[in-house]
């Protein structure tokens, strides 16, 4: 983890971010009250961030940090396709089901109309970075004769969607419950096989 990252004042403005952001939402939390929560001075709060936007931008990178890390240590050079979409997909399931994430999405959702930025806050701040990550994962099999796609944009995203599937949404709704450990094991068992033979045309 980066010196940034372990930093207590930053990590505590963070996390009292994200509770009031998840309580609250977006646009009824002020940077006032995040300082009160955390709690720091606002002028502490403003040396590290400086503006709400930010701010959010943080809490969903170190939302995301553990997919991020995870993608970051797969080396393209590794003999184990398999092993390392399997981590990839772990660290992606473990992430979205958690109450955190479904909750800062839902928040998104019924913000984003008001405040057509912050999607794109979102979507940069993670999701953008893991699926370039994995592109460029994909990119460097490709050219090493590895797996056979012609679109590998399209491979990257069909991986990520395969995993969310339709459960993800049902749980966003709140009409079904998170997985089990079991219930992820076999879905990432699933699509990893189907993603294997029926996108990567993979050659081990």
Do not use: W
């Amino acid at each position: 983890m980066s010196s940034e990252s372990c930093e207590p004042k930053r990590e505590a403005i963070i996390e009292g971010a994200t509770r009031m952001f998840i309580k609250h939402g977006f646009h009824q939390v002020s940077m006032d009250r995040i300082a009160k929560e955390a709690p720091v001075s606002k002028a502490t709060l403003y040396q590290y961030f400086e503006n709400k936007n930010a701010l959010f931008s943080a809490v969903i990178f170190e939302l995301c940090r553990s997919l991020l890390d995870t993608m970051a240590e797969i080396t393209p050079d590794s003999n184990d396709i398999k092993k390392n979409l399997r981590e990839i997909a772990q660290a992606f399931i473990d992430l979205i089901y958690t109450e955190e994430a479904l909750a800062i999405y839902r928040l998104v959702i019924a913000e984003c109309r008001d405040f057509p930025e912050l999607g794109e806050v979102v979507y940069d701040s993670a999701p953008k970075i893991a699926l370039t990550q994995l592109e460029r994962y994909l990119d460097n099999l490709k050219a090493g004769g590895r797996i056979d796609i012609p679109d590998i944009e399209f491979a990257a995203d069909a991986f990520f969607s395969l995993l969310k599937g339709d459960l993800h949404f049902q749980c966003l709704l709140g009409i079904s419950a998170p997985p089990s450990p079991e219930q992820k094991r076999l879905l990432i068992d699933q699509v990893i096989e189907f993603y294997l033979r029926g996108v990567l045309n993979a050659t081990n």
